[in-house]
C-alpha cells in the first residue's frame, strides 16, 4: 500500500493532501502522526513520546514536558498522494499555533480519546476548525484502553460537537481484546498482530455479521438522509447504497461539513493507519476542491485559483531560528516558486530573495528546485517576513488576509539578572515575539519592567526556558499578572462635550452630546434599520471587541463623515479606562445630537471630541473591574473529590458540573485565571500525582469587590 515519491517531483494537484492533525492534549495527535509516518514508510522506526524520540516532538522541552508544543510539518506518500502532514499542538496554552496552521490547511484528522471522547480542548480546536471551514475526519484512538467505548465518543462528538457522525468502522475486540475492525464502506474485516504491522484483510467474522449489516444499514440510512445523489439510489430498489455511492456521498459530506466520517484504532499499538490513510486521501479534499483563495489590492478584492500557472501568492505562518538560519515556513496557493526567485511583501513594501526552498520534516530539511501551488514548505534567505506576510510575485500584487492572533491574558515581568545583559535579553525577546505572534513584548510606563504577555502560565514558561537554553542571559521573572479589563455597569445620558481649540490660525469645533450604557442592555433607542435593498440606514455601525456605536443624530446635524470620526475616536479612548487604565470593553456608545461650526468643524475635531468625550463620560458612568477567567476541566479519583472541590472553591470557583468516568470523577468549574497559577502542582499534591486538569480562555467576570462605584474624578 505504500508508495514512494522523489522529493524533487512535482505532484498533481489533486494528488496532494495539506492535512493537521487536530486534539485535546494527550489525545495521541504525535503518536497518531508517529505511526502514520511509519506506516507510509517514511520512517522505519517507530518513535514514543515517553521516550522522547517522536520525529515531531523534536524541541528539547517537548520531549522533557511530553507534550506537542510547536507545531511541526512532516510530509509522507501514499497510494500515489503527497500527504503534508501538520502536528498541532492540543494545549490550551498554545492555541495560536494551532489558528496559524489551520489557516493554511486544506484538511483535518480530529483524534478523540476513546475514554474520554470530546474533552474541552478538543471542543475548541474543533470551533477553531470551523471559523476557518476546514474539513475534517474523527480518529478515535485508544480502543485498546480500559474503559475505551466507540459509541459512547461518538456519541460525545454528535452531543457536543453537533455534525452528524458517519461511522465506518466497527471494533473487533474491546479494550486488551481489541485487534481489529470491520470496514463498513468495503464490508472486509482488517485484522493487525500483536506487533502492529501490515493489516491481514478477511471477510466479516461470523460472530459480527449481524452487527456489521445494522450497522452498515445505519450508515446508509443516515448518508441517504443528507445527501440527494444517495437518497435516490437507497430509496430505488433493492433499497441500498452501493459502495461506490457510499464513498462519494461521503466524500460530499466531508467537503461540506454537514457530516464527520468516523474511524476508529489504537495509533501507540499501531492499529488503524492504514485505514485512516486511506480515509484521509479518499475523503479530504485537495489543492483544487477548496475555494479559490481570497485577497485584496488596491481595495479591491481578488482571488487566485490553485494554478502552478497563475501568478505566485504565498502565506508565511511560522517563522523559526535555526543553527543554518531563519526559516519561513509557507503555504503555496498559486503559483511556482524556484531558488533565486525574488518575492514581494505588500505590508513591509520589501522585496526579498528566495536563497533555497525546503521541504520540511520536523527538524530535517530536504532541498528542492522548485515549489507550486498546494506546497507546504519552507525557505531560506528572508529576512523581514514575519507570520501572517503575504508573499507574492512584484508584477502581481495581492494581499492575504492573516491568521487571527490572540489576545494575550497573562503577564510576567522579566529582567536580566546581571544589568549588563539587558540588551541581550531585548534581543532574546524581539526574537521569541518575532516567531510567535502571541508573544507580546512592552515596557511598562510607569514602572519601567519589561514586561511579557502570553496566553497562559506554561506558554510564559516555555518562552523563558527557550531564552534560557538558547543561550540567551539569565532572566528573573516575576509573579504572572492577569489581563484586567473595565467596563460599564450604570451609564450616562445627554453627556455634552464641547472641542473648542482656537489658534492664530483655523481652529477646531466639534460639539458632541453621547449616551453610554453596557452592551447587554437595550437602551430602547432606535437603532439602523435595513432599506429594501438590504443596507442599513447608517445610524447603527460596528459592534466589535465588545463595543458597539451608533448614531441617531437627525436633520444633518452631525454630517455623516463626521459620525465616523467621532466613532474612531471613541474607539481611541477604549485603550484606557478610568479605574486603572485598563481597555474597556462591553459598552454601547449613541451619537444622539451635536452641531458644527461652518469653518472650524473637521474630521479631527470630531475624532478629538469623541476620544476626550468618552473619557469624561466614563469618568461619569459607575465602572467595573473584569478579570479572565477560565472554563477549567478536573479529572481526579473519587477519593479526592472532597479536597479538589474544597481548593476550587478556596480559589474563588463556581463548579458548573461532575460526572463519573472510568472509576474517576471529572469536575468542571469556572475558576479566575488569577487563582490557577502553580494549581497543576497544588493538586498533584492532593492527588498523589493521579490528578489532571485542563483549562481554556472563558470570557471576563467582575473581579472581587468589584461592586459598581463611580470612578474617580480626574
Not at 253 to 264: A, K, P, Q, S
Not at 302 to 321: I, N, Y
Not at 586 to 609: C, I, M, W
Request: aromatic share 4%; net charge negative; hydrophobic share 40%.
Amino acid at each position: 500500500m505504500r508508495a514512494e515519491l522523489h522529493p524533487n517531483s512535482v505532484n498533481p494537484l489533486a494528488v496532494v493532501r495539506n492535512l493537521g492533525i487536530l486534539a485535546h492534549v494527550d489525545a495521541g495527535k504525535t503518536t497518531v502522526t508517529e505511526r502514520i509516518l511509519f506506516a507510509a514508510g517514511t520512517i522505519h522506526k517507530r518513535g514514543e513520546v515517553h521516550d522522547g524520540t517522536t520525529v515531531t516532538d523534536f524541541d528539547p522541552q517537548e520531549r522533557d514536558r511530553g507534550i506537542t508544543i510547536f507545531a511541526a510539518a512532516v510530509s509522507c506518500a501514499w497510494n500515489g498522494h503527497r500527504v503534508n502532514l501538520i502536528d498541532t499542538p492540543g494545549h490550551v496554552d498554545f492555541a495560536d499555533e494551532v489558528e496559524r496552521s489551520l489557516r493554511v490547511l486544506d484538511g483535518a484528522i480530529a483524534v478523540f480519546d476513546a475514554v474520554a471522547g470530546v474533552e474541552p480542548q478538543s471542543e475548541s480546536v474543533w470551533r477553531q476548525a470551523d471559523r476557518h471551514g476546514v474539513p475534517r475526519i474523527a480518529f478515535v484512538n485508544k480502543l485498546d484502553r480500559a474503559g475505551a467505548d466507540l459509541d459512547r465518543a461518538v456519541e460525545s462528538i454528535r452531543g457536543r460537537l453537533h455534525p452528524a457522525p458517519l461511522v465506518v468502522h466497527l471494533p473487533i475486540g474491546s479494550e486488551d481484546g481489541f485487534t481489529g475492525v470491520v470496514d463498513l464502506v468495503r464490508m472486509r474485516a482488517l485484522v493487525w498482530a500483536d506487533d502492529g504491522g501490515t493489516a491481514l484483510e478477511g471477510p466479516v467474522p461470523q460472530e459480527l455479521g449481524e452487527t456489521a449489516d445494522r450497522r452498515r444499514r445505519a450508515l446508509e440510512e443516515t448518508v441517504a438522509a443528507l445527501h440527494p445523489a444517495a437518497l435516490e439510489e437507497f430509496c430505488a430498489p433493492p433499497g441500498r447504497l452501493s459502495d461506490a455511492t457510499l464513498a462519494g456521498a461521503l466524500r460530499d459530506l466531508t467537503l461540506t461539513g454537514e457530516g464527520v466520517v468516523v474511524l476508529c484504532g489504537s495509533a501507540y499499538r499501531n492499529r488503524g493507519m492504514e485505514p485512516l490513510l486511506d480515509a484521509a486521501v479518499a475523503y479530504l479534499p485537495s489543492p483544487l476542491d477548496v475555494p479559490a483563495v481570497r485577497g485584496t489590492h488596491r481595495g479591491a478584492e481578488q482571488r487566485r485559483a490553485a494554478d502552478p500557472e497563475g501568478p505566485f501568492a504565498a502565506l508565511a505562518f511560522k517563522v523559526t531560528a535555526t543553527a543554518t538560519g531563519r526559516l519561513t515556513h509557507v503555504r503555496i496557493y498559486s503559483g511556482t516558486i524556484e531558488k533565486g526567485d525574488t518575492v514581494w511583501d505588500p505590508v513591509t513594501r520589501r522585496t526579498e530573495r528566495v536563497a533555497r526552498i525546503l521541504r520540511v520534516m520536523a527538524d530535517r530539511h530536504q532541498p528542492l528546485d522548485r515549489a507550486v501551488a498546494g506546497d507546504i514548505v519552507a525557505v531560506v534567505g528572508l529576512k523581514s517576513a514575519r507570520p501572517g506576510a503575504t508573499l507574492c510575485a512584484p508584477d502581481a500584487p495581492l494581499l492575504l488576509e492573516p491568521p487571527v492572533v490572540a489576545e494575550p491574558v497573562v503577564s510576567v515581568a522579566v529582567e536580566a539578572r546581571r544589568r549588563t545583559d539587558t540588551d541581550r535579553l531585548a534581543q532574546a525577546l524581539a526574537r521569541l515575539a518575532e516567531e510567535d505572534p502571541s508573544l507580546v513584548v512592552r515596557t511598562d510606563a510607569e514602572t519601567g519592567q519589561t514586561v511579557l504577555s502570553g496566553m497562559g502560565e506554561l506558554h510564559l514558561e516555555v518562552a523563558v526556558e527557550r531564552i534560557r537554553r538558547d543561550g540567551g542571559p539569565e532572566v528573573t521573572v516575576g509573579r504572572p499578572r492577569v489581563a484586567l479589563r473595565e467596563t460599564v455597569a450604570h451609564g450616562v445620558t445627554g453627556f455634552v462635550h464641547r472641542h473648542v481649540h482656537q489658534t492664530g490660525g483655523a481652529g477646531q469645533f466639534a460639539h458632541v452630546v453621547l449616551d453610554v450604557e453596557p452592551l447587554g442592555q437595550e437602551s430602547g433607542l432606535e437603532g439602523g434599520r435595513e432599506d429594501a435593498d438590504g443596507r442599513g440606514d447608517g445610524r447603527e455601525r460596528g459592534r466589535e471587541g465588545g463595543f458597539e456605536f451608533r448614531s441617531t443624530v437627525v436633520g444633518g446635524r452631525v454630517p455623516q463623515e463626521y459620525v465616523r470620526a467621532v466613532e474612531a475616536g471613541c474607539r481611541d479612548a477604549l485603550a484606557e479606562g478610568p479605574l486603572g487604565g485598563h481597555p474597556v470593553t462591553g459598552l454601547r456608545v449613541t451619537l444622539t445630537d451635536g452641531s458644527t461650526h461652518v469653518k472650524d468643524s473637521s474630521d479631527t475635531a470630531f475624532r478629538t471630541a469623541g476620544r476626550l468625550g468618552l473619557r469624561e463620560a466614563l469618568r461619569a458612568c459607575a465602572m467595573t473591574l473584569l478579570e479572565p477567567v477560565a472554563e477549567v476541566t478536573v479529572t481526579v479519583p473519587e477519593d479526592a473529590v472532597g479536597g479538589v472541590l474544597g481548593d476550587l472553591a478556596a480559589r474563588r470557583g463556581r463548579v458548573t458540573g461532575s460526572a463519573a468516568r472510568g472509576g474517576a470523577a471529572v469536575l468542571t468549574a469556572t475558576v479566575p485565571l488569577a487563582e490557577l497559577f502553580g494549581y497543576a502542582t497544588r493538586l498533584r499534591g492532593r492527588t498523589q500525582g493521579r490528578g489532571t486538569f485542563t483549562a481554556r480562555p472563558a470570557g471576563h467576570a467582575p473581579a472581587p469587590a468589584a461592586t459598581p462605584v463611580a470612578a474617580p474624578a480626574r
